[in-house]
């Protein structure tokens, strides 16, 4: 079966400096997909960013990339110029290729001082 | 484009009393998921709706929970009788529906109901 772990359960980081999240996988299968989700302190979760296993190129959205390092299991979000608003829970998230079904880790607690 | 809706937001109750939860997926959304969100965990999938039909349902309590998707739209989850270990936000998330290769897993999220159990 496959896990996620998020071994970071808080991180703080300057607003409009640079913090990493880490997140690493157990999978024996070779296509997949990872996320990352966002949830508020109001509770809605919203996807931030997404890779394609099968893709070499790291994702990127905006402030927001990853770390994808297929061999290492690894999937680390970055983000850049962190904002107030950045502040949220993170929770890193692999789909397998044939269902969609979401496979969540534990969560990273992010704090955005001013 | 309407979110996902969730109702009630909040909801206290006594154990072994009974309790149930509505969701109203983004219109056109053929899938429709409940999970449950314990304390300092990440939300964990109880039940898997297409349309109307369950897809999966391996990780729902089913001597005390119950979920329904009745005309493949709106769902209800309820828990009879409720357990202590039941308090926990429940979200309901949905997504769009097509061939597997071109899903690209992005689910959308209601704004949850938080359970107390007392």
């Known amino acids: 079966a496959q896990t996620v772990t998020q071994s970071q359960p808080e991180m703080s980081v300057q607003e409009a400096e640079t913090v990493t999240l880490s997140c690493t996988y157990d999978?024996?299968?070779?296509?997949?997909?990872l996320f990352w989700y966002k949830q508020p302190p109001s509770r809605q979760m919203i996807l931030v960013i997404r890779?394609?296993?099968?893709?070499?190129q790291n994702a990127t959205e905006n402030r927001f990339s990853v770390n994808f390092q297929k061999a290492a299991k690894s999937f680390s979000l970055k983000i850049s110029d962190s904002q107030l608003g950045d502040a949220a829970m993170y929770f890193c998230?692999?789909?397998?290729?044939?269902?969609?079904?979401?496979?969540f880790g534990t969560g990273t607690r992010l704090q955005v001082f001013p | 484009e309407a979110g996902v809706a969730q109702s009630p937001r909040y909801k206290i109750i006594e154990k072994r009393q009974s309790v149930a939860f509505w969701c109203n997926p983004i219109?056109?959304?053929?899938?429709l998921y409940w999970y449950q969100q314990i304390l300092g965990q990440g939300p964990k999938l109880l039940i898997q709706?297409?349309?109307?039909?369950?897809?999966?349902d391996s990780q729902l309590p089913k001597d005390r929970f119950s979920a329904e998707r009745l005309k493949g739209v709106d769902s209800t989850l309820k828990i009879q009788p409720a357990k202590l270990e039941d308090s926990a936000v429940y979200l309901c998330?949905?997504?769009?529906?097509?061939?597997?290769?071109?899903?690209?897993?992005?689910?959308?999220f209601g704004p949850g109901t938080r359970l107390t159990v007392l």
């Open positions: 998330a949905s997504s769009f529906f097509g061939p597997i290769q071109s899903r690209l897993g992005e689910q959308f």
């Open positions: 999978t024996s299968e070779s296509d997949y997909y």
């Open positions: 890779q394609e296993a099968y893709k070499q």
């Open positions: 998230a692999y789909r397998s290729p044939n269902t969609d079904k979401l496979i």
């Open positions: 219109s056109g959304h053929a899938t």
């Open positions: 709706f297409q349309n109307n039909g369950v897809v999966d």
